[in-house]
């Protein structure tokens, strides 16, 4: 079951913009997590925002979460070519089983 | 990827074979997962682990079985009862204080 769909699909931007994806979610969550993935590479932690946060940042990532609409965005800013990869949302729903249940991807180009 | 490795990185299969795939960690840690992901979509669970000697099913386990005799290894067995296994594999691990999930670099399996 994918709890979680991210939009868009894909993303090209210019290098030095800012590349902004959206997760959305169906159930209630202990918190949601992204990852990044890099073509034909397993997953990569980037941040993790518990359902009690509203916004968390590390370095020139910027998650925000509101639980109302059950939504999530990630903002990566003034990216660089090596940005480029597939971005997904994880969500660790409250059911203490600790499984993480991906969304679809949003894969960001980032053009030099 | 550290402290993770999937063998092999390739893996050929003819129609009507068994294969395992082979997931290894020197993390310590207690929970282990193998996911599927198909072309351009995301993560699928199929089995995970939150002890030695015990796991259970994911969203997709049906054609697939692992065993957890070790803390340290959890292989997956890819049976002849999958009939769509062509897919990249990865397996993933989470210790007991944190909720993220550490990704081996995944193994790409391919029947002939």
């Known amino acids: 079951s994918q709890q979680g769909e991210e939009d868009p699909q894909a993303l090209s931007i210019q290098e030095g913009e800012n590349a902004t994806m959206n997760c959305s979610y169906k159930?209630?969550?202990?918190?949601l997590q992204w990852y990044r993935q890099n073509s034909g590479r397993g997953l990569v932690h980037l941040i993790l925002i518990r359902s009690n946060e509203r916004e968390k940042h590390s370095g020139r990532l910027r998650v925000t979460l509101d639980t109302s609409k059950k939504s999530s965005s990630l903002l990566i800013t003034a990216s660089r070519a090596a940005d480029t990869a597939s971005y997904f949302c994880a969500t660790d729903v409250m059911d203490s089983s600790y499984k993480l249940i991906f969304g679809s991807g949003t894969r960001l180009l980032v053009r030099p | 990827d550290g402290g993770i490795t999937q063998s092999p990185k390739y893996l050929f299969r003819k129609e009507g074979q068994n294969v395992t795939l082979s997931c290894e960690q020197n993390l310590n840690h207690d929970a282990m997962y193998w996911y599927r992901q198909d072309p351009g979509q995301g993560l699928r669970l199929i089995y995970y682990?939150?002890?030695?000697?015990?796991?259970q099913k994911g969203d997709i386990a049906e054609g697939y079985s692992v065993s957890r005799e070790k803390k340290e290894s959890f292989p997956l067995t890819v049976t002849s009862a999958q009939k769509n296994p062509t897919a990249f594999y990865l397996c993933?691990?989470?210790?007991?204080?944190?909720?993220?999930?550490?990704f081996g670099p995944g193994t790409r399996l391919t029947v002939l």
């Open positions: 993933a691990t989470r210790g007991v204080s944190t909720d993220t999930q550490y």
């Open positions: 682990s939150q002890i030695v000697n015990d796991f």
């Open positions: 159930t209630s969550i202990n918190n």
